[in-house]
């Protein structure tokens, strides 16, 4: 604005007077035309006159003055996010949770988005996505242009343990050195999981010392009957 040589003023809605003192003749006042650029900004056309009353004159400034809004919104969103497979197969369906979105000066027509690296833009429903880790992106963006944007992990797990399923009264026959190798596979009788069946193995079950293995060696020791036990990993 106008800079006027004295420090002898007083300034009040929109008026500057002189007071008493050096150049108590001058006076300036200013008008505003303010344009809305955006929700949260606008532009302010300012007009300065300054008189000199004593001797009549006056002259005029312009003077534009911009208030931007230049601040994205703030976003709070789940860090990590953890969906589990069907029962039945090996695929999840995904609903993604809405997120906190803030801001200050342009809040009205904020856009809030949410995309993902296994479909489309939006919170899902999201049917039959596999076992995996992605990324889920929220964004959101003010009524002025400013955009902000987290990201978030999500990760499709299986939490189903299989199911282990014996053969019953199975019998076995010794070789000429007295024993007998049985496979897990063996003594399996329909072992299952709703993702992917890794292993079977087997122990008996009266051995707490030993580890499960793939096969055991049945000898004489064995011929009363033991009982095995099979256990099954996804």
């Not at 797990?157 to 299989?162: C, E, L, V």
């Not at 299952?192 to 030993?210: A, Q, Y």
Request: charge should be negative; glycine fraction near 6%.
């Amino acid at each position: 604005w106008p800079f006027i040589k004295t420090g002898k003023y007083t300034t009040f809605a929109g008026v500057t007077q002189l007071k008493s003192g050096q150049n108590e003749c001058l006076e300036a006042k200013y008008t505003d035309v303010t344009m809305k650029i955006c929700e949260g900004s606008s532009e302010i056309n300012r007009i300065w006159t300054v008189f000199e009353h004593c001797s009549g004159d006056s002259i005029t400034y312009k003077q534009l003055i911009k208030v931007l809004d230049v601040a994205p919104p703030d976003i709070t969103v789940k860090k990590y996010l953890t969906f589990t497979v069907h029962d039945y197969d090996c695929f999840a369906d995904v609903i993604l949770p809405d997120f906190d979105a803030f801001d200050k000066c342009s809040p009205i027509n904020m856009v809030k988005d949410v995309s993902t690296n296994f479909g489309s833009n939006g919170n899902g429903p999201y049917f039959n996505i596999p076992i995996g880790k992605y990324q889920v992106v929220y964004s959101a963006t003010d009524g002025c242009g400013n955009k902000s944007s987290k990201l978030s992990e999500l990760e499709v797990i299986d939490k189903t343990a299989p199911v282990s399923i014996c053969k019953q009264n199975l019998s076995f026959s010794l070789d000429q050195s007295g024993q007998s190798v049985v496979s897990a596979n063996q003594i399996d009788g329909g072992s299952f999981d709703n993702c992917c069946l890794e292993f079977l193995k087997i122990k008996r079950k009266n051995d707490p010392v030993s580890a499960f293995s793939y096969s055991i060696n049945l000898t004489c020791e064995d011929i009363n009957y033991p009982m095995l036990t099979l256990i099954s990993q996804d």
